[in-house]
């Protein structure tokens, strides 16, 4: 199952827009990913009615005096009643917390979706709200971020040209995995499917590793007492690695308290390949450098290629 928005076209706006248009949306979370929604659907969608529902009351009411939402609510039921898409945009680990608050203001006609990062962990946290995953439940993952954090890091782009990543399982009601594909659509995004068992084991290896040996690096040389001299010294090479430890450490430690077991399946094989190069170093295998360098090389200038870009400037 696989969604795209490569050709858009006016027949396929039209669908998005009759899917959306004139819907509530109600978006529980108004940080980086929640308020980059809400800034990205603003008077794209005829009639949507955009509900923001939060704990910080000076960030509820400066989205709305920004024009990208209609209303607040600091209470989730209340926010959420009526509506006919709910986002829960925030943390993994708080996702079970308001499904049981949202529990209460359900309707077999709401589709429900998240944006967190692990799905196995979400799919733990339904079923011990719910028992059986209801059918208008669509777990989510916008492949989209930032290192900076809240409200005020929102930007109306942030997925355009990205991937969203949707992972229904075999209940779930195709009404509402339409709605929700629709949803990132027509924030430009290109929707994809699968398991939640792959997802999960996908992005410890492409997102989940690399935060964590960011954050590893970046923590070892300040417990050295060298980060000041690093950093002033630092060229565009250890910038651009350790830039996403600077990433919310709230959401970060979540992530890998809900994905531990696929993190550390791929960091263990991670393990062992530097302590073969750290070996291959202090014995000054030339071979074994070359080759692990060139083979690292040709994979990322292939991956560069599927993504239809320039290799980058070394700094």
């Given at each position: ?12 706006w ?12 109600a ?33 509820l ?10 209303q ?10 009526g ?9 993994s680990l ?6 049981e ?8 006609h709401?589709?429900?979706?998240d944006?967190?990062?692990?799905k ?9 709200v ?27 782009h942030?997925?355009?040209g ?7 399982l075999?209940?779930t009601n ?14 430009g ?20 590793l690399p ?15 060298v980060?000041e ?7 565009g090479?250890?910038?651009d ?6 990433s ?11 994905n ?9 094989n991670?393990i ?18 070359m ?10 200038d ?14």
């Open positions: 199952m696989r969604w795209s928005i490569v050709c858009w076209g006016p027949i396929r039209l669908r998005m827009t009759e899917l959306l248009a004139g819907k509530h949306l978006i529980i979370g108004l940080g980086l990913i929640g308020g980059s929604v809400a800034r990205g659907l603003k008077g794209k969608i005829p009639g949507l009615t955009i509900t923001a529902i939060g704990r910080n009351t000076q960030v009411k400066q989205a709305q005096h920004d024009g990208v939402i209609n607040y609510s600091t209470d989730i039921a209340q926010g959420c009643k509506a006919d898409i709910v986002l829960v945009a925030v943390p708080s996702v079970g917390g308001i499904l608050q949202l529990k209460p203001v359900m309707t077999e709401m589709a429900i979706t944006a967190a990062s692990v196995g962990a979400i799919m733990d946290a339904v079923a011990e719910f028992g059986s995953p209801p059918a208008m439940f669509v777990p989510g993952h916008p492949i989209a971020g930032s290192e900076h954090s809240g409200y005020a890091a929102a930007l109306d942030l997925y355009q990205k991937k969203v990543i949707l992972t229904p075999e209940d195709p009404a509402a995995v339409s709605q929700v594909a629709a949803l990132w659509e027509a924030l995004a290109e929707v994809l499917s699968m398991s939640v068992e792959h997802h999960d084991a996908v992005l410890a290896a492409t997102s989940h935060h964590l040996l960011a954050y590893a690096l970046v923590d070892t040389l300040s417990q050295q007492g980060s001299e690093i950093f002033r010294y630092a060229a090479g250890f910038r690695f350790t830039r996403i430890a600077s919310d450490p709230q959401m970060w430690h979540d992530i890998f308290m809900a531990g077991p696929a993190t550390v399946d791929v960091l263990d991670y062992e390949d530097l302590y073969r190069l750290r070996k291959a170093v202090l014995e000054k295998d030339s071979a074994e450098l080759n692990t360098f060139t083979r690292a090389k040709k994979s990322r292939n991956f560069l290629t599927v993504l239809n870009t320039k290799p980058e400037t070394k700094s």
